[in-house]
């Protein structure tokens, strides 16, 4: 089936972000804009995954893509030269899952690529239903991170295998730099016409607090938005509710950077070798692998192969760190 599907998933691409962003989402054509743009980044993405798969073979598996967002990285890997037999794109936006399922009947994959919707803290999936599951950048946001793991080894079955990534690596000056970067735009702005949130984070706890609160003064209720920088949901109205002017305001937030309606984390940053060690606690005996380069340009392709020969001291280049574990109990 590889050989076919390879040829429509680069067709995908070859319409142009113009079509995309008309016919399909504008965010989608946004954000993987350089796939629409440049022939060679689909190239790059097939040959980052096949990269992946060495070290986390999938071929003839039933892989979940947890968190897979669109989902171009779900039907990437039904192109591969050796492809899992089926792929289970997750996500918890019903528009995202829309979509993929679109792409999945525009790329004529039928079953081998469905399109569910669910939180991947709560996996509404059988026990031991999958050989592989696939998290990419995902962790770094769910609110509950350890009913997250609890539930990718819950559906693993025993000797399957987590192929983990994700771009926030503690041990990358440069990447530190991006998510502060990144940090402050969600909380204070400005945010990308195109982009998913509608509001600031600031702005947003600002309007919650208003509406438990109408009696305090603009003034007031801005400096307690301010103030609570990092809490969110019952946590945040619970404490505007009981706070009296001139009482202390007690921020019990255990991260700065959290969505005021949801709780995801923005950015959350891992060691990842300390990572690999916490999966023990879950039944996953886990290694951090030499990182894999995803780009199409064939002179950064070497440059990245070079400094993935250092491994494990590459760790510190790259803001991506990677982890392949296997269940064991």
Known sequence: ???????????????????????????????????????????????????????????????????????????????????PAQVVGLDPSAGKVTLLQRLSDWLEAGEALQAVQGDAQALDLPDASFGTVFVKDVASHVADRALFFREVARVLQPGGRLLFTDE??????AGRRERQRIWQTHEFGPIPSDGYLKRPYREERLLMISEVRPDLPDATRQELAAKSQGMWGEELLSAVRDWQPGQAFHNTADF??????????????????????????????????????????????????????????????????????????
């Open 256 to 329: 700065p950077w959290r969505s005021p309606q949801s709780g995801e984390y923005l950015e959350y940053l891992f060691q990842p070798f300390a990572l690999a060690r916490e999966l023990a606690s879950y039944g996953l005996q886990a290694r951090v692998i030499p990182p894999a380069y995803r780009t199409g340009d064939p002179l950064k392709q070497r440059a990245g192969d070079l400094i993935a020969a250092c491994h494990p001291l590459s760790i510190v280049v790259q803001s991506s760190f990677y982890i392949v574990a296997t269940k064991i109990s």
């Open 168 to 173: 926030n690596n503690s041990l990358s000056l």
């Open 1 to 83: 089936m590889s050989a076919p599907y390879q040829s429509r998933f680069r067709a995908f691409f070859a319409q142009g972000r113009d079509t995309i962003r008309r016919d399909w989402d504008p965010y989608l054509a946004r954000y993987y804009r350089k796939l629409f743009d440049e022939p060679r980044e689909v190239e790059g993405l097939l040959r980052w995954l096949t990269r992946l798969t060495r070290h986390c073979p999938v071929a003839g598996t039933r892989l979940l893509d947890a968190g897979c967002g669109f989902g171009i990285t779900s039907a990437a890997f039904l192109a591969l030269d050796a492809p």
